[in-house]
């Protein structure tokens, strides 16, 4: 990637066509409406605007116009399409029939036919079918989508082709992806708790598993650094809470249900521990692309820790390294995507201020 192109890399459509149309005619005197924004969007821009605004003004009329048009020719492939249809569902709730049947007709035959199918059957019913939508005027198709879509953050548009991938990509992976990313983060949260708590307490809770995710999390105890581990004030905290959270009787009644909701609280807890420095909007993209109930948990993880003080940002970018390591590895176990293996990967790095001076 052209590093002037960086510029606009992982910003929504929106503000991408918002930037660019402040510099199409030179129009820097333009800028001081950044500072009417939302506090994210402006933070957002005024770097980038900075970094425009020093360009060479023929380069930088070159390198709008192409972005410009790179938005127009990607345009929905981002926002509603890459929201998880659970969510999607909950925002119809409660809405007329034909309001529900102008949204639908907006959206993919998948996630159309996914949202149809969690309606109640009365309400379905009443649901006029695409085809009974043509004469409703473009106008009205266009509000109806505008109030809806307002009801969530727009989401990141993906790149046309491989390029660098940040910790803040993770927001453009499927749902299918982060659910196999959360699983495996889960598991190495427990190793960084067993470390220091013990072999005893970890063959308790192994004999609790399948014999697969029993040596999956062995096998992740032996492979965590010292530096990776919790405090044993910190393991013994998150053990007692993690596992009184989840009933005794799913290990004796449904092992598979005991450890896939093990894993998956687990995997969001270390996942909103990576987050605690990230804006609200980028924790809202993240929680939208998961199902409903799983972007919710997410999001209440990171609300408490919200709360307490004394962030260790060194800690917090170190987790961040982990959480982009293990996409990687799945990247290649084709448990994520393996288009992603063509993206350089990059990490904050032992000593570096700038994660993106660091790429592997």
Not at 83 to 98: C, F
Not at 156 to 178: H, M, V
Not at 320 to 343: C, M
């Amino acid at each position: 990637m052209d590093p002037r192109e960086e510029i606009f890399y992982g910003l929504p459509p929106r503000l991408v066509m918002l930037l660019s149309t402040l510099f199409l005619f030179d129009g820097e005197e333009d800028l001081d409406l950044i500072q009417y924004l939302a506090d994210d969007d402006a933070l957002a821009l005024e770097e980038r605007a900075q970094k425009l605004g020093e360009m060479d003004s023929d380069k930088r009329a070159a390198l709008v116009a192409r972005e410009i048009r790179r938005q127009l020719q990607f345009a929905g492939l981002a926002g509603l399409e890459a929201i998880d249809p659970t969510w999607l569902l909950s925002g119809v709730r409660g809405e007329q029939p034909v309001t529900i049947g102008i949204i639908l007709s907006q959206l993919s035959s998948t996630a159309r036919s996914k949202i149809l199918g969690q309606l109640p059957s009365e309400v379905r019913a009443r649901i006029p079918p695409k085809e009974d939508l043509k004469h409703v005027r473009m106008d009205v198709i266009r509000i109806v989508r505008q109030k809806f879509e307002s009801k969530f953050v727009t989401m990141p548009a993906p790149p046309g082709e491989p390029t660098y991938f940040y910790f803040r990509d993770i927001a453009l992976l499927e749902a299918r992806d982060l659910v196999q990313l959360i699983r495996a983060l889960g598991i190495d949260h427990l190793a960084a708790a067993f470390l220091p708590a013990g072999r005893r307490k970890l063959a308790e809770l192994c004999v609790r598993l399948h014999e697969q995710a029993a040596r999956e999390l062995i096998g992740a105890v032996r492979e965590t650094e010292e530096r990776d581990a919790m405090s044993i004030t910190e393991a013994n905290e998150f053990l007692s809470r993690l596992l009184l959270g989840i009933k005794n009787e799913k290990a004796e009644e449904d092992t598979e249900s005991f450890q896939r909701e093990l894993f998956q609280k687990a995997g969001l807890a270390r996942l909103s521990l990576a987050l605690r420095l990230e804006r609200p909007t980028f924790v809202q993209q993240l929680a939208q692309r998961l199902p409903r109930g799983h972007g919710q948990l997410l999001k209440n993880y990171v609300y408490r820790l919200g709360a307490t003080p004394d962030v260790d940002e060194g800690r917090v970018r170190r987790l961040q390294d982990l959480v982009l390591q293990r996409v990687e590895k799945l990247a290649g176990r084709g448990k994520v995507n393996p288009r992603y293996l063509k993206f350089t990967f990059c990490f904050w790095g032992e000593d570096e201020e700038d994660p993106e001076a660091e790429a592997s």
